[in-house]
């Protein structure tokens, strides 16, 4: 898990090959005009889920994990207080992997919490399961999916 800013986004640049178009993608693009929903920006390897939710409680919000796609989730408008904890302490798990929605959640409770405020970015890889969308608001974010592999 890697937890920034926008100051310097091009340090993560060299992570993975798309993540260079992520990032020219939030450069020249108004996310706050864009409404909810998924755009696509490179097929199915590389697209964006822009969300306008309340936020939920600690105790409402369970880990998740994927095994296809790398997050990028960019706060937009409120604070996400997102949870995290590796993937390989997770022993408690709610249902099966769904390869479909390539999502697996869990029951274990978060390693730590960390309140993200709008223009940073947390990015989760496959073994990073993490707990988003806890807020006593509302949170405006863009969730980038990057195809793992």
Not at 121 to 147: N, Q, W, Y
Request: hydrophobic letters at 45%; proline letters at 9%.
């Amino acid at each position: 898990m890697i937890l920034s800013d926008l100051s310097q986004p091009d340090l993560y640049a060299a992570l993975h090959p798309l993540f260079p178009r992520a990032l020219e993608f939030i450069r020249s693009t108004d996310l706050l005009a864009l409404a909810p929903g998924r755009y696509p920006i490179v097929e199915k390897q590389l697209f964006v889920i822009v969300e306008n939710v309340p936020g939920r409680t600690r105790a409402d919000a369970k880990l998740e994990c994927h095994r296809k796609y790398i997050d990028i989730q960019l706060v937009l408008e409120g604070v996400d207080e997102m949870g995290w904890k590796p993937l390989a302490d997770c022993a408690q798990p709610v249902s099966d992997y769904s390869a479909e929605k390539d999502i697996r959640f869990f029951h274990d409770a978060p390693a730590l919490w960390i309140a993200v405020p709008p223009g940073a970015f947390c990015i989760f890889f496959p073994e990073d399961a993490h707990a988003p969308l806890v807020s006593t608001g509302s949170i405006r974010k863009a969730i980038f999916k990057i195809a793992a592999g």
